[in-house]
């Protein structure tokens, strides 16, 4: 069975750094074609990709939030971890990691990390 | 970016009745060369994540009660519930995957009437 969780705080300070970890099972991070994006939901606004890890390790990144974020591989093979520095009141929302496999739909998405920034 | 407009924002259906679901993007996101739409449909339930119901505009995912089904091609997308269920309550969110970045709907609630 495919599984992906998100974990992290739940409450951010504005200009802190946000880490998050997705981790997954059922699955290899390795596995052919398979790759690991960040999506995240504002309150009251569409879902937002922020950023994919794909398999053989390359990173594709949303252009508005380029210089914010950084995606990468967690100290486990079944974790993908999003860093998000100087967070903003703006920047609270559910923040999911979702599974595709090729250039495809999400297959698979997490529950969904709820993460309010206030200070 | 592809902007997805979906429309209406919510609608409530009575029990047994069809449900109408539109989606439009901003350019069109059939790829010629395999004459295939990049385009999702999801429903999330409250406290659940998004499930993928339909990709390709009009391919049932593996398990999706066959009174789900997507039509549409080039730029205008519609999701149709054939006979509401009172488990079908839920939002309902388009997604292109034909350009980086992906881009969404800002969903569709569905509610019983």
């Known amino acids: 069975q495919v599984t992906l969780k998100e974990s992290g705080p739940v409450l951010v300070k504005p200009t802190e750094t946000l880490t998050l970890t997705c981790t997954v099972s059922?699955?290899?991070?390795?596995?052919?074609?398979?790759?690991v994006s960040w999506i995240r939901q504002p309150p009251g606004k569409a879902l937002q990709w922020l950023t994919h890890?794909?398999?053989?390790?390359?990173?594709s990144y949303t252009a508005s939030l380029r210089s914010r974020l950084t995606i990468s591989r967690g100290t486990s093979a079944s974790q993908v971890v999003l860093t998000m520095t100087n967070m903003d009141p703006a920047d609270t929302g559910t923040y999911y990691c979702?599974?595709?496999?090729?250039?495809?739909?999400?297959?698979?998405w997490g529950q969904g990390a709820l993460v309010t920034v206030s200070s | 970016d592809i902007v997805m407009t979906q429309s209406p924002d919510s609608l409530a259906v009575s029990l047994g009745e069809r449900a109408t679901i539109n989606c439009k993007s901003s350019?069109?996101?059939?790829?010629?060369?395999?004459?295939?739409?990049?385009l999702a449909w999801y429903q999330r339930k409250p406290g659940q994540p998004p499930k993928l119901v339909i990709y390709?505009?009009?391919t049932r995912e593996s398990g999706v009660p066959g009174r789900f089904s997507g039509s549409g091609s080039g730029t205008d997308f519609t999701l149709t519930i054939s006979s509401l269920q009172a488990e079908d309550v839920a939002v309902y969110f388009c997604?292109?995957?034909?350009?980086?970045?992906?881009?969404f709907g800002q969903g569709t609630k569905v509610e019983i009437k």
């Open positions: 890890l794909f398999s053989d390790g390359e990173r």
């Open positions: 979702a599974r595709k496999i090729g250039w495809a739909p999400f297959d698979c």
């Open positions: 997604q292109q995957y034909y350009t980086t970045p992906t881009t």
């Open positions: 350019q069109s996101i059939l790829y010629s060369s395999n004459n295939k739409n990049y």
């Open positions: 059922g699955f290899s991070l390795s596995d052919s074609r398979v790759g």
């Open positions: 390709w505009a009009s």
